[in-house]
């Protein structure tokens, strides 16, 4: 087995170099056919280049470049080793933030923002009005860049992560990729680094291809709404969405994209042909299932830590025209789950199923009659949901006008095959538009109320099929006592639509479910809507999740600690570290996930050979 390389192998790697010195003997010695104990360092390759590079005689500094043509290869590379070693620290795995190394020679700040002006750009650097850069839909997490890069050309970001990669760890820059800022921990912030508005991309402009597997080209950068609309003129659109289409297309694919339509489609990284990326060396990759495929299968819900996604080819489908949109009661949590996995178990169901719980919510028939009609209109508004427990079952049917009758018997056969409150039985019929952008309405009634920039500490869980009565026992019986902050999506998906070789976890079962506690927290609160409660809250379902040991793995995950990551990656681990120390081995990307930390001077050694 190959020795795991530098910096992610962190019991390799002595932070003073007299261990080594056991090493150089021996080596020094082989000639001699002398013998040597056993080091735990016999691993460590050696492969330091006899001609180096710009960066590594500057570091160097005073040494005579005659040395670099020392002929004992094995002499050479041992001094370079100690040298390296004797400055460097070991990386590590889990950061909260990217932090310098004392040791270091440091750059400093005014040379390295100095040295960002001199790459050549399409676009540009603002070095001023950065503020806006260290906010995000969670409002939770500020951490200033040093710079942000608006991109005009691909090349501009792989220009960028060159230079980064090329200055080493002399300097702490890293590097985000920000979208439509609509991360939840600071992921996309990159703290004295460079974020990257992936909004300012404007090249690939979306191109549709029609036929038998039609497609659309796309920029990383590109919303998902845009890229709606531009596939109808073309009676096309993507087959999975998010149920909020103002995200980017990099965004959504580093993580998975999952809404309503996955248990048939899959998330939207199940529906991607190729990707274009930019590796943390700064190359660009085009990848594909057969064409460097650990590099796509690793970026697909790899949380931004192989590369930056540029361009992407998207799946897609004849597009409908109008919706049926549906929604039902349920009292009791067995009977609503039973339902849905009846649902999503065959072909000719709906299009879209999802479903929330409500928890002592008043009047709730009511809010929905400003865009659903009810199906019995007296029973409805006789119905009481004031103090009660209930679940919602959302599903949707789509088709085209001519199809209508057709529809109407599907729809009714379908639901005679379920058991919900007969009275709570809602009906819409809405433009496909319409239907796919429902929760941009939602925001613009919020923004108008000041109500859409607040802390939004929301929880994303993925639980087994086997657990999820013990889940909503537990949860909705008795750690929540109302829903007012916020909707709690759930609905379950098949795993069978998932790719298990792109980088999400999910548990291991054919069936889990989707639970989302997507809050808002009142800014100054401290009562139940406040964002200490909620956090409080967010804390007592996960400590309960490990507790009774569910099988639970969270989605858009955030961990602390190495060990809760490696758990959280359980097998899938020792591949994400793998692919960590090939696309991205200095940790430039992504620091605001907090998983790996940027490597220092020992780890840049190897690189640089």
């Excluded at 020679?105 to 850069?133: E, Q, R, W």
């Excluded at 969670?138 to 990669?165: C, E, Q, W």
């Excluded at 929760?439 to 994303?460: C, Q, T």
Aim: glycine fraction near 6%; charged fraction near 15%; include cysteine.
């Amino acid at each position: 087995m190959p020795p795991k390389t530098f910096p992610l192998n962190p019991p390799l790697y002595p932070s003073s170099p007299w261990p080594l010195l056991h090493l150089f003997f021996c080596l020094a010695s082989q000639n001699k056919k002398r013998s040597c104990s056993s080091t735990p360092f016999h691993s460590l390759s050696l492969s330091l280049s006899l001609s180096p590079s710009p960066q590594l005689k500057k570091i160097m500094g005073s040494f005579s470049y005659s040395f670099f043509r020392l002929k004992n290869t094995i002499f050479f590379r041992i001094f370079m080793i100690l040298f390296l070693s004797s400055i460097s620290q070991r990386m590590n795995l889990c950061s909260n933030l990217p932090l310098a190394d004392p040791s270091l020679p440091n750059l400093g700040s005014s040379y390295v923002l100095s040295s960002l002006k001199t790459i050549h750009l399409d676009g540009h650097f603002n070095f001023d009005n950065i503020y806006h850069a260290a906010n995000d839909f969670g409002n939770r997490h500020h951490y200033l860049p040093s710079a942000i890069l608006h991109p005009k050309s691909v090349s501009d970001i792989s220009s960028t992560i060159k230079h980064i990669f090329e200055m080493g760890p002399a300097t702490e820059l890293t590097i985000a990729a920000r979208g439509h800022g609509h991360s939840v921990q600071g992921q996309a912030q990159a703290h004295r680094g460079v974020v990257v508005n992936m909004e300012s991309l404007q090249a690939p402009k979306t191109i549709v291809h029609t036929g038998k597997m039609p497609y659309a080209d796309v920029s990383g950068g590109e919303l998902w709404i845009n890229i709606l609309h531009e596939s109808l003129k073309h009676g096309l659109a993507p087959k999975s969405w998010t149920d909020y289409l103002h995200l980017t297309v990099g965004g959504t694919l580093s993580n998975a994209g999952i809404s309503g339509q996955a248990f048939r489609h899959g998330p939207q990284i199940n529906n991607v042909y190729q990707l274009e990326v930019v590796t943390g060396k700064g190359d660009i990759i085009t990848c594909s299932e057969t064409q460097n495929a650990d590099l796509f299968y690793g970026v697909l819900g790899g949380l931004g830590q192989f590369g930056i996604i540029t361009r992407a080819r998207i799946s897609l489908e004849p597009a409908p025209k109008m919706v049926k949109w549906i929604r039902v009661l349920y009292s009791e949590f067995s009977i609503f789950s039973k339902d849905q996995e009846h649902l999503i178990s065959f072909k000719n169901s709906f299009d879209y199923i999802e479903g929330f719980v409500i928890i002592n919510r008043t009047g709730l028939l009511n809010t929905w009659r400003s865009s659903f009609n009810p199906g019995e209109p007296l029973q409805a508004s006789q119905f009481n949901s004031d103090g009660r427990t209930l679940y919602c079952l959302e599903m949707a049917k789509y088709f085209n006008p001519d199809e209508t009758h057709i529809v109407n018997q599907v729809i009714e056969s379908l639901l005679s095959e379920l058991s919900y409150i007969p009275s709570t039985l809602f009906l819409s019929e809405v433009p496909y538009v319409d239907f796919l952008d429902r929760v941009h309405v939602s925001e613009i009634k919020l923004r108008a109320k000041g109500l859409w920039e607040v802390p939004h500490p929301w929880l994303n869980l993925l639980i087994p099929k086997s657990r999820i009565h013990d889940f909503a026992k537990e949860v909705f019986g008795n750690i929540l006592r109302d829903t007012g902050n916020g909707p709690i999506l759930i609905y379950p998906v098949n795993k069978s639509k998932w790719n298990n070789r792109t980088s999400l976890v999910t548990p291991q079962e054919d069936i889990f479910y989707l639970v989302a506690f997507l809050s808002s927290a009142v800014p100054s609160s401290t009562g139940t809507d406040g964002l200490e409660h909620i956090l409080t809250q967010n804390e007592r379902i996960l400590d309960f999740c490990e507790g009774a040991r569910l099988g639970m793995k969270q989605y858009l995950p955030h961990y602390s600690t190495q060990d809760k990551w490696q758990a959280h990656y359980g097998p899938k681990w020792e591949v994400f570290v793998k692919r960590k120390s090939t696309y991205d081995p200095l940790a430039i990307l992504a620091p605001g996930q907090r998983i790996f930390q940027k490597a220092t001077s020992f780890s840049w050694s190897r690189i640089l050979a």
